[in-house]
Nanobody
Framework: QVQLVESGGGLVQAGGSLRLSCAAS????????MGWYRQAPGKQRELVAR???????DYAEAVKGRFTISRDNAKNTVYLEMGSLKPEDTAVYYC??????????????WGQGTQVTVAS
């Protein structure tokens, strides 16, 4: 079993910054995808940013230039630095990690979600 623990989030004024963290633990052999999604009220969950493979990360157009995703492979942790926040960034943010367990089986795990609220 692979568990994800998210931290960060909260209430911030427009133009402010927040940092999210997500740590994966359990019987992990390898990780090939680490990323962040968000879901606003009444909307579908959407990709914010993610690492796939060894290349540069992907970003949603709406957050390019404002958000930065990073990872610490030694700690199996992914971060999301969010800057120049806008009210439309308000959503529940979910961490997603995919990889392979020590048993050889693949996994696709989601964090519990953390609320980000940007006040205008």
């Amino acid at each position: 079993q692979v568990q994800l623990v998210e931290s960060g989030g909260g209430l911030v004024q427009a133009g402010g910054s927040l940092r999210l963290s997500c740590a994966a633990s359990g019987s992990i052999f390898s990780i090939n995808v680490m990323g962040w999604y968000r879901q606003a009220p009444g909307k579908q969950r959407e990709l914010v940013a993610r690492f796939t493979g060894g290349g540069s990360p992907d970003y949603a157009e709406a957050v390019k230039g404002r958000f930065t995703i990073s990872r610490d492979n030694a700690k199996n942790t992914v971060y999301l630095e969010m800057g120049s926040l806008k009210p439309e960034d308000t959503a529940v943010y979910y961490c997603n990690v995919q990889g392979r367990r020590i048993s050889g089986f693949s996994f696709n795990s989601w964090g519990q979600g953390t609320q980000v609220t940007v006040a205008s």
